[in-house]
């Protein structure tokens, strides 16, 4: 009798999980929060400075002259405060839709305009602080971790905590006062200062200190704490003991294998924050009369230009939605736990 021969198939292969549908799930989803968070903040700067903040839109534009009942009428028009609240938001919504963010109430011009002059300082003032920020805040994380317990680590992370928990307005108040006139104690450039390049750079470079300290002394230590904790995690991993034991030096180990691994949490945290660093410099650029984003906010806010502040609320709130979608991009790519979920 001939034995049965057994067809037996290959077991199927398994479906690898984060796979391109996974990535593109994960990136629509992502992209769709992003989109509605947008949305709740056009709806939440409409509420907030049309709504609820007080004041008066016609005598902010005659700056508190007298004015007709004709003219006060003409100007309401104009600007479309004379329509009722949910006709002022359909215009707010179609103006928005062109790209047209109303004109501001003070300056009399385009809102997106006055953004455009203010960005380019604001960016300055926060790309330069925060790359100080992370180098800082990565080197002596990665020291304090490595050193633990001993005297650098204690009076690093003391002053770290320290300048994390102090008022902006007030480090930036002290280091006025501490430096004596030695510094510029606002704005970007003197108007005195040759229109060359090299002059221009130097004398804003110049102004740049004492605003980029303050922004760099509040932030840094985000950076320091959080490399340092995921240091202090990673030494204890058991692949560090493997290469201790091949006889690699620690030094090796620490730049090799520890530090790569504990940076992935830092560097989603810098683009979680960078967006918020934006929106921080309202504080610095006002102490400082720093020309940005920031200092024309509190312009707007003392008159109270209607328009130009729900120009800036939506660009600084905007900048945190964009920041923390690339955040979450980010960390798909580097940590290879989130894509196999």
């Known amino acids: 009798m001939t034995d049965a021969l057994t067809t037996v198939e290959p077991p199927a ?60 009428a003409a100007l309401e028009r104009e600007y479309g405060f004379d329509l009722p609240l949910w006709g002022q938001f359909t215009r707010y919504l179609g103006n928005l839709a062109h790209g047209d963010l109303d004109r501001s109430l003070v300056f009399k011009v385009p809102v997106a305009q006055k953004i455009g002059e203010r960005l380019g300082p604001t960016l300055l003032l ?85 605003p980029t300290i303050t922004l760099v002394a509040v932030v840094y230590a985000q950076y320091q704490l959080v490399m340092r904790s995921s240091l202090v995690e990673e030494m204890h991993a058991e692949h ?32 979680l924050h960078l967006g918020l660093v934006v929106s921080g410099a309202i504080t610095v650029e006002t102490v400082f009369s720093w020309p940005g984003l920031g200092l024309l906010t509190f312009e707007a806010l003392r008159f109270p230009d209607y328009p130009l502040l729900q120009g800036t609320f939506l660009v600084l709130a905007a900048a945190v939605v964009v920041m923390n979608l690339v955040a979450d991009l980010l960390l798909r790519v580097l940590d290879p736990r989130v894509r196999a979920s």
Do not use: C
């Open 13 to 72: 292969a398994a479906t690898p999980r984060g796979g391109g549908g996974g990535t593109l799930r994960y990136v629509l989803s992502k992209v769709g929060a992003a989109l509605i968070s947008l949305g709740l903040i056009v709806v939440l700067g409409f509420v907030l400075f049309r709504v609820l903040l007080p004041g008066d839109p016609v005598r902010t534009l005659t700056r508190g002259a007298p004015v007709t009942p004709e003219g006060a």
């Open 240 to 271: 560090l003991l493997t290469a201790r034991a091949k006889g690699l030096r620690d030094d090796e180990v620490r730049r090799r294998h520890a530090v790569p691994n504990a940076l992935l949490p830092t560097v989603t945290l810098v683009f």
């Open 126 to 210: 926060v790309g330069v602080g925060t790359l100080i920020a992370v180098v800082l805040g990565l080197w002596l994380g990665t020291r304090t971790a490595w050193r633990r317990g001993s005297r650098f680590d204690r009076t690093a992370t003391g002053i770290a905590l320290a300048l994390w928990s102090a008022p902006t307005f007030w480090l930036g108040l002290v280091l006025l006062t501490a430096t004596g006139g030695l510094f510029p104690s606002g704005g970007i450039t003197y108007p005195d200062t040759p229109p060359d390049f090299l002059s221009q750079a130097l004398d804003t470079a110049h102004h740049m200190v004492l």
